[in-house]
């Protein structure tokens, strides 16, 4: 098994690499790739070193598997190339996720649509993918009819730039260059990505597009605020969800324990309930602060955490990644 990690020096791609070296997956020969800046530096995987190679020289040895965290722009050029020789694309970008025939993949709410001759896979935001972990066992069991979401990102989400930025700011020092237009460090910014003629951002309308589109619910009423927070461990949401039908909050925490993924932190009489510094560095999508909207029927308020670097980004991957090896490939 050849795997090539595309951008491995960047904030998801090292997260990449971590989760990987962490896995059971047999990898025999690791290719890593990164920008022409960082060709013929190595990375640590496995206890080996490993040489940063180019991209043609990448695709040139014919990767079995090639996770992609490089930025659409490169996603859109060398994707095809890989695939076109067989290589299976595992893109982290939203360059292909709203794509026609392209399949976009929460492992544990829409594997299943996987074909072996699916070449590019494309990895959702990674604020719909903690999303959908929660909305997925709830259509299931109710039905949904309408959501609104508010998102609490991450610096991360942005970058090492962002993270810089926010620090320098901490420590009362000039950032060296501005990820932001503002301040991010004691504020908040209700601006994720670039504002589009609607009034919305673009990560605005990804969580709505994608969600829709993994849930196979072209219909669903669903609108969403995205703003960036000065924290490092995750992204929060906060989710205002009216079901089809009557529920008891009771079985909403049973449907939700039960998901895969989902570890459910609900006790408000004992004050707990998900942060992102509890969520820092773990693969689960944490669920709390569940409980009734009682302006509206049916509708539940509820709190979702989850580390945007890992099970938004790296770790959702990776989970790809071990399914089309245990149950794709071997159907070619």
Same mark, same amino acid.
């Given at each position: ?35 022409e ?33 490089a ?21 982290n ?18 594997a299943?649509?996987?074909?072996p ?15 959908? %972990?929660? @909305?997925?066992? =709830? ?6 009819? &309408? /959501?609104v $979401?508010?998102?609490?990102?991450s610096?991360?989400?942005?970058g ?7 620090d320098?700011e ?5 950032p ?38 993994? %849930?196979? @619910?072209?219909? =669903?009423q ?5 703003? &960036? /927070?000065? $924290? ?69 308020? =509820? ?6 670097? &890992?099970?938004g980004a ?19």
């Open positions: 098994m050849k795997i090539a990690i595309i951008g491995v020096t960047g904030l998801v791609g090292e997260k990449m690499l971590e989760i990987l070296g962490a896995s059971g997956i047999a990898v025999d020969q690791l290719i890593s790739v990164a920008s800046k960082s060709v013929g530096k190595s990375v640590q995987f496995r206890g080996a070193e490993h040489r940063i190679i180019s991209m043609e020289e990448a695709i040139a040895l014919a990767p079995d598997v090639a996770l992609f965290s930025g659409g722009s490169v996603s859109l050029e060398y994707a095809p190339r890989f695939a076109a020789q067989g290589t299976v694309v595992i893109d970008s939203s360059a292909w996720r709203m794509q026609d025939g392209i399949p976009l993949i929460v492992p544990e709410v829409n299943h649509i996987l074909r001759e699916d070449k590019i896979i494309a990895n959702p935001n990674c604020s719909t993918i903690q999303l959908m %972990l929660v @909305l997925k066992p =709830l259509q299931e069991a109710f039905g949904l009819k &309408r /959501v $979401v508010s998102t609490y990102q610096v991360t989400g942005t090492v730039k962002a993270v810089a930025q926010m320098a901490r420590a009362g020092q000039v060296a260059e501005m990820a932001y237009k503002y301040q991010i460090d004691r504020n908040c910014l209700p601006q994720v990505d670039v504002f589009l003629e609607s009034g919305y951002t673009k990560e605005e309308m990804k969580v709505i597009e994608e969600s829709r589109k993994i %849930l196979s @619910l072209p219909d =669903l669903i609108t969403c605020t995205a703003v &960036r /927070v000065p $924290v490092t461990g995750g992204h929060s949401e906060s989710v205002n969800i009216e079901l089809a039908r009557p529920f008891e909050l009771n079985d909403v925490r049973r449907v939700l324990s039960d998901f895969p993924g989902i570890i459910l932190t609900d006790d408000p009489q004992n004050q707990l309930y998900p942060m992102p510094i509890h969520a820092h560095n773990r693969d689960e999508v944490f669920v709390g602060r569940i409980r009734r909207d009682e302006s509206l029927a049916n509708t539940l308020n =509820l709190w979702i955490v989850a580390d945007n670097l &890992r099970k790296a770790t959702n991957a990776v989970q790809i990644l071990e399914y089309v090896i245990e149950n794709v490939m071997h159907r070619r």
